[in-house]
C-alpha cells in the first residue's frame, strides 16, 4: 500500500531563515506530487505541483520554491522567510487525475 | 464567484440528528468530486467520491446536481466523531488539480 511521509512534523523559525520541508511517498511509481498551504482558520491554497521528476508548476507567486529530485521526494524551500509564510504545509500526491492523498503535514511558525 | 464554495458553518447539531452540507462548484464540464473530512490540526482524509448516480457510505450519502452545479453530504444519525471540517473538493477542468472549498465545520454536541 502507499504512503506519505513529511518532516519536520513542526517547525519554528525566525523571520529571514531559509527552509527545506521535505516529502516522500512510498508504495507507488511516477505519482503527481502537490504542496498546499493551510492559513490558520483558512482553505487549502496550492502552491506547486509536479508531474514528474524536474517538472515543477508554480500556482504562486511567493518566496518559496519547490524541487523533486527523485520521483517519489519532493522538497518546499525558501531562502528568506517571512511571517506571512506560518501555516500548515501538506504534501499529496495523485497517480491520475482522481483524489488525492495527503501526508501528515509540517506545522510551521515563522517568529 | 468562488470557483468551489461551501457554507462555511459552524452546524451545531445534536447527536443523532441528520445534517447536510451543499456545495457550489463554478465549472459546468467538472468531471470529478470529493468529500474530504479534515479534523483540527490534521491533514485532510478521503470520505467519499461523489458518482453521478449518487452513492452511499454507511451514514453518509452524497450526490451530485449536474444541472445546478452543487453536490450535496448527507449524514444520518450524526456521532460525536462526526465532528470535523468537511471539503468539498472538484476537479474543475479535467487537468491535474483539485479545487478545494473552504470548508464547513460541523459540531455534533451529546
Known amino acids: 500500500s502507499q504512503t506519505i511521509h513529511q518532516w519536520p512534523a513542526t517547525l519554528v523559525q525566525p523571520v529571514g531563515s531559509p527552509l527545506s520541508l521535505e516529502c516522500t511517498v512510498e508504495?507507488?511509481?511516477?505519482?503527481?506530487l502537490y504542496w498546499y498551504r493551510q492559513a490558520a482558520g483558512r482553505g487549502l491554497q496550492l502552491l506547486f505541483y509536479?508531474?514528474?521528476?524536474?517538472?515543477i508548476s508554480s500556482e504562486v507567486p511567493q518566496n518559496l520554491s519547490a524541487s523533486r529530485p527523485q520521483d517519489r521526494q519532493f522538497i518546499l524551500s525558501s531562502k528568506k522567510l517571512l511571517l506571512s509564510d506560518s501555516g500548515f504545509y501538506l504534501c499529496?500526491?495523485?497517480?491520475?487525475?482522481?483524489?488525492?492523498?495527503f501526508g501528515p503535514g509540517t506545522r510551521l511558525t515563522v517568529l | 464567484r468562488k470557483e468551489v464554495e461551501q457554507d462555511p458553518g459552524p452546524f451545531n447539531v445534536p447527536e443523532g440528528a441528520t445534517v447536510a452540507f451543499n456545495c457550489t462548484y463554478s465549472?459546468?464540464?467538472?468531471?470529478?468530486f470529493f468529500w474530504y473530512r479534515q479534523d483540527c490540526r490534521k491533514e485532510p482524509k478521503l470520505l467519499m467520491s461523489?458518482?453521478?448516480s449518487g452513492n452511499e457510505d454507511g451514514r453518509f450519502t452524497a450526490q451530485l446536481n449536474r444541472a445546478s452545479q452543487y453536490i450535496s453530504l448527507l449524514i444520518r444519525d450524526s456521532k460525536l466523531s462526526d465532528s470535523a471540517t468537511y471539503l468539498c473538493?472538484?476537479?474543475?477542468?479535467?487537468?491535474?488539480?483539485?479545487?478545494f472549498g473552504g470548508g464547513t465545520r460541523l459540531m455534533v454536541k451529546p
Open positions: 509536479s508531474i514528474g521528476i524536474d517538472q
Open positions: 461523489v458518482y453521478s
Open positions: 465549472n459546468s464540464a467538472s468531471q470529478s
Open positions: 508504495g507507488t511509481s511516477n505519482p503527481n
Open positions: 473538493v472538484v476537479n474543475l477542468n479535467a487537468g491535474n488539480m483539485l479545487t
Open positions: 499529496a500526491w495523485t497517480l491520475d487525475k482522481h483524489e488525492q492523498f
